[in-house]
């Protein structure tokens, strides 16, 4: 069975900060990896997908996201937080043939300190 | 365009009862996917609808149904609402058998009390 695991349920960081939100996945072939954000009472927004080619992905607000076969995880990364970046996080995977159903982890909430 | 939309934004309902939410897809797209996030988790796949069928289904109880009109407008239905299915329902669109991801509705806040 598929499944995707984000290990940090809250991460706080300082504004201007580096960030990196973690995410593993478990699927026997290589999946199509997607991040979203959320904001309370909100729906999804996409970040950023990865389906093949180059393991760096660039995505939107300035996120970026590498995904390591190795080690089954595709981390999503911004160089400087910014205050409107708290929320929650999602990462997610597609295995690809199964028309867009998407299996989600369970999320990372995200607080920016001033 | 409108994206995609959902209605109503939030809906309070009592134990037993039936409910009934409605999507309606961004413009062009024929493919719409629900997923019910209940407090503090992901959003976990209800079912997908492609040409007026269920395309494929997650591991939902037949309480949960749906339905796909000829405008690929669509309509998730519980019935005999249980408290554990207070959650906010999401629905997707996309075009075809293509990536089903891209464009999420705000969601319906639904409360079963």
């Known amino acids: 069975a598929q499944s995707v695991t984000q290990p940090d349920i809250h991460i706080t960081v300082s504004e201007g900060a580096s960030l990196e939100l973690r995410c593993n996945y478990s699927?026997?072939?290589?999946?199509?990896l997607f991040w979203y954000v959320q904001s309370p009472g909100q729906g999804l927004q996409l970040l950023l997908k990865y389906f093949s080619g180059d393991t760096l992905v660039q995505g939107i607000k300035g996120f970026e996201a590498e995904f390591k076969r190795s080690q089954s995880s595709f981390n999503l990364r911004k160089p400087s937080v910014h205050w409107s970046d708290a929320a929650e996080y999602f990462c997610a995977m597609d295995g690809g043939t199964s028309y867009g159903k998407l299996t989600f982890g369970q999320g990372t909430i995200l607080t920016v300190h001033p | 365009d409108a994206g995609v939309t959902q209605s109503p934004t939030h809906l309070i309902k009592t134990r037993g009862q039936q409910v009934t939410l409605r999507c309606s897809p961004k413009?062009?797209?024929?493919?719409v996917s629900w997923y019910q996030q209940a407090l503090g988790q992901g959003p976990q796949f209800i079912f997908q609808y492609y040409e007026e069928e269920e395309r494929q289904r997650g591991n939902f109880p037949d309480r949960f149904s749906g339905h796909q009109f000829p405008n690929y407008s669509s309509e998730l239905n519980v019935n005999a609402l249980l408290l554990g299915d207070s959650a906010l329902y999401l629905c997707a669109s996309s075009p075809g058998q293509g990536f089903g991801g891209e464009y999420f509705g705000a969601g319906t806040r639904l409360s079963v009390l």
């Open positions: 413009s062009g797209h024929d493919t």
């Open positions: 699927y026997g072939a290589t999946p199509y």
